[in-house]
């Protein structure tokens, strides 16, 4: 494992976002630009991602594994629901704010950042089982994320759940992916390199809306938001912990420990910026966090594999 990669890897997408802030700035992006390519990053790059994950037929692993981790994945989304149900509590978040702060907690960034990280501290065949946690993260983000969010602010209306919003691209190619893995489908080779290239757009957009997003923000406001660094202290270093002291105790596979124990302590999912963007939820403070939390991670995460190597 080299711990420079994932150090250069992690400051790489730092520079996206710097790039994003700079873009705003310059008048190359608004607020108008924004909500445009976060419609784009969640109706198409993202779920052309998905699928190309599996596009090509040559998944990695058997079918028994597959279902292991992702069972594990899924177990792993139901701990952090369940944490976060104590957090709007625990940070005194405001009724409006309470389903953001749920998905912030619940969702990682698992595709943007977790494959590529994993890549670096375990190898590319740590990738078949990172796709089941992503696949796990698709199914839930783009259903109980979409209701997490709504439950905020649903078109103005809080409460009204508009449940049509919730069978979106994101739910639907989740759900192809999995077909097309589980039936051993092989897409043509023209379908699976446009699925991969347009998809492969998804992690510098986000980075880029959430840089743009932050250029309307006063930097002040995230650097001296004392319950943004508590809460990113308890997303990228308690949280982690506390499934590596768990997980050992059951996880004989190292790879698959080590992964449950990196994607548990990755940042805010940055499609969360997309998300309150897109449903009109408030974006300003998704960002922010996205932001702080990813920059913690720069720190938690070299640490943590490092810890993971011992």
């Keep these: 494992m080299d711990l420079l990669m994932v150090i250069e890897k992690m400051i790489s997408l730092f520079l996206m976002i710097l790039i994003g802030y700079a873009a705003n700035k310059a008048g190359i992006l608004d607020g108008t630009g924004n909500q445009k390519l976060s419609a784009l990053i969640l109706n198409i790059c993202c779920p052309l991602l998905i699928v190309s994950a599996v596009a090509g037929g040559n998944a990695n692993g058997s079918k028994s594994e597959a279902f292991m981790v992702l069972g594990l994945a899924f177990l792993l989304y139901i701990a952090l629901g369940v944490i976060s149900l104590m957090v709007p509590r625990l940070f005194h978040v405001k009724d409006n704010q309470k389903g953001l702060f749920q998905f912030m907690t619940i ?4 595709g943007f950042m977790g ?3 994993a890549q670096v501290i375990f190898g590319t065949e740590s990738l078949f089982y990172a796709s089941m946690f992503n696949l796990a993260f698709n199914l839930l983000a783009f259903t109980l994320g979409v209701y997490l969010i709504q439950k905020d602010v649903s078109d103005g209306a809080a409460g009204k759940i508009n449940w049509k919003k919730i069978c979106n691209m994101g739910t639907l190619m989740a759900v192809l992916a ?15 390199d446009t699925c991969s290239i347009v998809g492969n757009a998804t992690t510098p957009l986000s980075m880029i809306v959430i840089g743009s997003t932050m250029a309307g923000i006063p930097l002040k406001s995230v650097f001296t938001d004392g319950k943004a660094y508590l809460f990113s202290i308890m997303k990228v270093v308690l949280i982690p912990a506390l499934f590596w002291l768990v997980g050992r105790l059951f996880i004989e596979n190292p790879i698959v420990l080590g992964l449950l124990v990196i994607i548990a302590g990755m ?4 499609i969360t910026a997309m998300f309150a963007i897109e449903y009109n939820s408030d974006a300003n403070t998704a960002s922010r966090y996205v932001f702080l939390t990813t920059l913690m991670s720069f720190l938690s995460i070299p640490v943590l594999a490092w810890l993971l190597s011992m």
């Design 267 to 270: 940042p805010c999912a940055s």
């Design 107 to 110: 969702f990682p960034n698992v």
């Design 115 to 117: 494959f590529p990280v």
């Design 178 to 192: 999995m077909l097309i893995y589980l039936l051993d489908l092989k897409l043509p080779d023209v379908i699976a």
